[in-house]
Each structure stands twice: as structure tokens, then as C-alpha cells.
């Protein structure tokens, strides 16, 4: 077990004058904060003797219907008796892989990829292999190549692990076309796929994108949160799994925390059947739009030359490669000394490498904040490039041997 990357970064970034382009928080202050407040008081003092009791395994009846009418947004049609409620995807994600996964056995993962699930994966001894992603997704004849050289070895992927929707960190989405040729080949190999999406109902433009367990509910293990579209601090999260592995994972939910939070749960439950949710999430798809946009344009007009960033259409991050011969961790603490913190793209890769690259996340600064870093961020990334340009390349620690995601690069 090793620590994050991005836990080791939050004591630094606290400082009020360092600018955090490297968090992924909510902007919870968007909520109609007296609103929620007032129902939550109403909550406690009309129902405060099931509010404060131990609840089940699996979570409240009545917020799993509500989750499903939720999932529905993205095309799934689901039971409530299927979906297990956990504390954020995070435990999620847990329980999945203490159920399959053994010390040694093969998870495959996309390059770059979310670093909670990494340390997970690493926690339970799984041999992560990553399979590369571009601007449009994760690459599927990389992962047939992968699954084909797998099979020749003689080992047996145990599931594929994958963000599909605005991607953390690369924020990249997975095309539809390819959606479709994922899970012909994952059925071809007889692999699971753990799907993945906080950032679903956070894109900027048109409907949100048809989940891929819409499309297969037998192979497909969807995880989903409200950290992103209501609070992080509730800390609620749900898995919809097929019926044999929903029971496996309330088993194993019983043993870890015995149930998740009653009285959060309850709070959800209330705010999704008496407060306008959908307009919340369009509002906080406006407020990450135009966080997205300042950090765009800053980087369009700051950035030195040589360096290429993703341009997503929804979620929190930005993905920007450095010019050859820089090192983002290296950089780090330079970086912080200069008032700008991010992370080092070393994070979201299993084997360490990844040193060219930096996730930047525009979801919490407010605008005028988010020029400033980026602004500081430029002076740094040219202080590096003129370091290298008078003294030598930096040592690299490796390349990252994955193709590196580059939708409309600048």
C-alpha cells in the first residue's frame, strides 16, 4: 500500500496563496446551500429515529429507486434489487476487487488512469496492465492486442477497469463507436467491465452519453456517485451489478462497515424526491463550463510552445504533456515554491511513468483564479524549458510506452 499522489500534494496546496489547479473537489457551494440545510433539519426532527439508525447492507430501498431513475438518464434500465448503495464509488470499487481479484491475477486499466483505482488494484496485489486511450477513448485495437498477447501468456484478465465519460485524469470521452467495439471484444475474451462514471451528467454540451452497461447488462459493472452531482461529503455511491455479484458484494460490504451511512443516505433520498436536481446539474454544468473555458483560453494564450493539452467536453480535468525532456514531478516543487500546484501525471500510471504529463483540474478555482495558475504554471513550464535548453534534457525515468491523448491539441 502506498500513499496518493494527490493526498501527498493537499497539505501544500491548503496555503491560500498557492493556486490548486491539482484537486478534483466539487464546487458544493453551488448548491442552494439554505435550502438543503432547511430540508435536512426537517429530515432529522420528523424522521430522526430512522435517520440515526443502522440501515442494510445494501442501502435504502427507496434511494435505490431513485438511483435507477438516475441511471435511466444514461439509457440503464435496472432493478433496484441489483444496485448495492456504498460509500462513494471508492468502496465501490473496493469491494469488486477484494471479490475477484487474487494476488497476481491481471486488471486491466487505461493509460493514463484514475490514481484511486490504482492504489486499489495495488492494494489487493493485482498485476495492472495498461492499455492506451487517445482523444477518442480507450484504443480498442490496443486493448485486442492486449487481451490477444494475454491469452497467449496464459493469463486470465479478471476485468477491464475504465472511465468512459469525461475520463480522470485525461478528460477525454469514449466514442460511441468504439463503446460498441469494447464490449464485442470484451465478450469475445470473456472479460468483466467495471464501468466507471462520476462525471457522467457533467457534460457541456447535448444529452448525456448512453452507458455502457445500457448496452450490456451482463458483463458491465457500473459504478456511480453523487460526490459530483450533489456532495462529496455525503459520501454515497452505488454499483449496479448483475443479481450473483450483488450479493456477493453486500456480503462483502457487511464485513468492511457492516452499512453505509443511514443518515446520509436518507438526506440523498430526500434530495432527490423534493429539490430540483436535474436544474442543479445543469447549473453546475454551466459553472464547470466556464471554468473550463478560462482554463482553455489561459492555456491557448500562456502556454509555451510544446506543450498539448486535452479540450474535454465535460467533467474536471485537463491533460497537458510537457515539451520532451521535462519532468512534471520533477517540476512539482518548483511549481509550488512559484505559487501553482497540479499533478504530476506519474500518479495515473501503475509503473511510474507518465513524467511528460500533468493533470489540471479547473472544477473548484473560480475563473480569475484559474487564469492566474495557469499564468503562473506558463513562467514555470518556461523556466523548465530554458533549464533544459542550457543545461540538457532532463533524466527521464521513462517514457510512458502508451499513446498519450490529444483531442485538438494546440
Excluded at 435504502?60 to 435507477?68: A, K, Q, V
Excluded at 499533478?343 to 500510471?349: L, Q
Aim: glycine share 10%; net charge negative; charged share 20%.
Amino acid at each position: 500500500m502506498v500513499p496518493s499522489e494527490i493526498r501527498a500534494l493537499f497539505a501544500m496546496v491548503a496555503r491560500p496563496e498557492v493556486v490548486s489547479l491539482a484537486g478534483g473537489a466539487p464546487y458544493v457551494s453551488a448548491l442552494p446551500l439554505d435550502a438543503v440545510g432547511e430540508m435536512i433539519g426537517e429530515l432529522v426532527a420528523g424522521k430522526g429515529a430512522e435517520v440515526l439508525q443502522y440501515g442494510s447492507a445494501q442501502g435504502d430501498p427507496g434511494l435505490r429507486e431513485h438511483i435507477c431513475d438516475v441511471m435511466s438518464l444514461e439509457g440503464i434500465h435496472a432493478s433496484p434489487d441489483d444496485v448495492a448503495v456504498t460509500v462513494g464509488a471508492q468502496q465501490a470499487l473496493d469491494l469488486i476487487t477484494k471479490i475477484f481479484v487474487d494476488p497476481g491475477d491481471v486488471v486491466l486499466a487505461e493509460a493514463p488512469s484514475y490514481v484511486g483505482a490504482l492504489g486499489t488494484f495495488a492494494a489487493y496485489q493485482a498485476d495492472v496492465v495498461h492499455v492506451p486511450l487517445d482523444e477518442g477513448g480507450l484504443i480498442p485495437t490496443a486493448l485486442r492486442e492486449t487481451l490477444a498477447r494475454l491469452h497467449t501468456e496464459g493469463r486470465r484478465v479478471k476485468f477491464l477497469y475504465t472511465v468512459p465519460t469525461f475520463q480522470n485524469p485525461a478528460g477525454v470521452t469514449l466514442t460511441t463507436a468504439r463503446r460498441a467495439q469494447i464490449l464485442e471484444i470484451c465478450a469475445e475474451y470473456d472479460v468483466l467491465v467495471i464501468e466507471d462514471n462520476p462525471y457522467g451528467l457533467l457534460g457541456f454540451d447535448g444529452d448525456p452519453m448512453r452507458a455502457l452497461r445500457a448496452d450490456d447488462s451482463s458483463r458491465v459493472i457500473y459504478l456511480g456517485s453523487f460526490s459530483k452531482t450533489i456532495a462529496s461529503g455525503l459520501r454515497v455511491g452505488w454499483v449496479l451489478a448483475p443479481h450473483a455479484v450483488r450479493a456477493k458484494l453486500v456480503l462483502a460490504a457487511e464485513s468492511a462497515i457492516l452499512c453505509p451511512s443511514n443518515f446520509s443516505q436518507l438526506a440523498v433520498r430526500e434530495y432527490l424526491a423534493t429539490q430540483p436536481w436535474r436544474e442543479q446539474i445543469k447549473d453546475f454544468r454551466e459553472l464547470y463550463r466556464d471554468r473550463r473555458d478560462a482554463m482553455l483560453d489561459s492555456l491557448d494564450q500562456l502556454m509555451p510552445e510544446g506543450c498539448t493539452w486535452t479540450r474535454p467536453a465535460g467533467g474536471f480535468f485537463v491533460w497537458l504533456t510537457l515539451p520532451e525532456g521535462l519532468d512534471s514531478k520533477a517540476m512539482a516543487p518548483r511549481a509550488i515554491a512559484d505559487r501553482v500546484a497540479y499533478v504530476p501525471g506519474t500518479g495515473f500510471y501503475a509503473d511510474g511513468t507518465g513524467h511528460r504529463h500533468m493533470r489540471l483540474s479547473y472544477c473548484f478555482p473560480e475563473p480569475h483564479r484559474i487564469r492566474e495558475g495557469v499564468r503562473r504554471l506558463a513562467a514555470v513550464v518556461e523556466q523548465e524549458i530554458k533549464l533544459r535548453d542550457t543545461f540538457g534534457g532532463a533524466a527521464q525515468s521513462g517514457s510512458t510506452g502508451v499513446h498519450t491523448p490529444g483531442p485538438d491539441v494546440v
